[in-house]
């Protein structure tokens, strides 16, 4: 390892969903003492500039480039902390950093890289919501760029006949409108057509939106690719504006 590599290290932080008193302050003490930031464009895009710190925003399909790049520079001294929004370990960054180390020179292994974890928008969502995750629950991720489609369609199935809730991210893009239709289509056979589904919108952002139905009366432009949905299981209700899954299951015995 090179002198310059042993004062180098990369962070991969998140960023919390969107308000800036969800940004943890370890991440902010990170944020503060680097000299690179890297990631996509809108995350990037909530750091503010300042002398001696260099912005790298990125399009969001160069997730391994990114990572390499972030550990580049680390190994030529620089201290760089790789963006994610809400947590960096949850369909984000922190994977890819790892496969970029997997695939990169042995003495990467001596960098120092740390992951700082965020609140992740599924959090957020719920806590807006009521509780709808406080049982058993299973977080999927609807986009099919990383996995094909048959995958997730087995899953939802499988997540959803085991009584799980469950918390979508990714849920519907323009380029794929059809899939979010299909994905309800199987929530009503595997749930029931009473069980609720929750659409959380811009989470603590000034726009955010809840909206909460039962699966039945769900259609599928109810979700785009900034809303988290979370479907609850056949014990979770309404109770005034709020959403909960009870503590213990139909049929515990304690
Ligand atoms: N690492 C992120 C998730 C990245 S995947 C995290 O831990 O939150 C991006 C998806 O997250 C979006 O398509 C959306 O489904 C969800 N998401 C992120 N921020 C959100 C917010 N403020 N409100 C609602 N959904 C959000």
Redesign the pocket.
Known sequence: MTDQAKTGWVVIA?LG??DEALVTQEVRDAINGATDIVGYIPYVKRIAPREGLTLHASDNRVELDRASHALEMAAAGRRVVVV?????G???MASAVFEALEAGPKDYLDLDIRVLPGI??ML??AAQIGAPLGHDFAAINLSDNLKPWSLIETRLRAAGEAGFAMAF???RSKSRPHQFARALDILREACGGDTLISF??????PTQEITTVALKEATPEMAD????VIVGNRDTRAIGRFVYTPRSAAGATS
């Open positions: 998140g969903p969107g994610s929004s809400g947590d960096p949850v369909f984000a992740t928008a957020a969502a991210y990714n849920p959380a919108r811009d989470v603590t952002k690719m900034r809303t988290m």
